[in-house]
């Protein structure tokens, strides 16, 4: 079984529509993380979380919000989506004992807006 | 902010050997790291580097001069497998977050 898993893989919708991506992971890592990934720009941080109290903006924040409803679990919601969010998206954790900056990512998530 | 760069493409042969390079800004230096990217999957965990010399595993090694803020990813015996992007990722300050190069391309030709 997956470490790291995001739902859904692949996702298309309509300019305006909320959407919600979800992240759950079973390594029991403090910390996670959500990335963009774009052609050409490689991966961008959108948010980060080293416990469940805690979030953070990355770079690229705008127009997204988290939630860290557990450990496990860390959700990437799109408020009203737009057509420059189409990208691929990954979720990632590590762990703060390990080597910093080490990162296990997910399978990721292909958002499609029209 | 933090600025990395390596190279866009490149292009080797099976068995060869290649050197993809990277540089980086030193200030809040805390590691880098190397990940394996294959077309439309997760970007894997290939090496880590936080003092300066070259680190060997398998096949593949990653050199670090901090001094330089260089870095680079030597990948020997090529294969057919290893055609894939190759990310350059700097772990910043304490904060554990990693700034992402833009990736290199390898293609292996046979």
């Known amino acids: 079984d997956a470490d790291v898993t995001q739902t859904p893989r692949n996702r298309i919708t309509k300019t305006g529509k909320r959407i919600m991506l979800e992240c759950s992971q079973t390594k029991g890592h403090d910390r996670m993380y959500w990335y963009r990934q774009d052609p050409g720009l490689g991966l961008r941080l959108i948010y980060y979380s080293f416990d469940v109290k805690d979030i953070n903006k990355g770079e690229i924040s705008d127009g997204y919000s988290v939630s860290r409803q557990a450990q496990a679990k860390f959700s990437l919601s799109l408020e009203s989506a737009i057509p420059n969010q189409t990208a691929l998206y990954f979720c990632?954790?590590?762990?703060?004992?390990?080597?910093?900056?080490?990162?296990?990512f997910g399978p990721g998530t292909r958002l499609t807006v029209t | 902010g933090q600025n990395i760069d390596q190279p866009t493409e490149m292009t080797a042969t099976e068995g060869a050997i290649v050197q993809i390079n990277c540089t980086y800004q030193t200030s809040g230096f805390n590691g880098l790291f190397w990940y394996q990217q294959h077309a439309g999957e997760a970007p894997t965990f290939l090496s880590y580097n936080v003092l300066d010399g070259l680190e060997e595993k398998g096949r593949f090694s990653s050199f670090l001069s901090r001094s330089k803020g260089y870095s680079y990813l030597l990948l020997k015996e090529l294969q057919m497998k290893d055609s894939a992007s190759y990310l350059c990722?700097?772990?910043?300050?304490?904060?554990?977050?990693?700034?992402f190069g833009s990736g290199t391309r390898l293609l292996v030709r046979p």
């Open positions: 990632a954790t590590s762990d703060a004992s390990g080597r910093a900056g080490e990162q296990y």
């Open positions: 990722a700097q772990a910043w300050d304490s904060s554990y977050k990693l700034i």
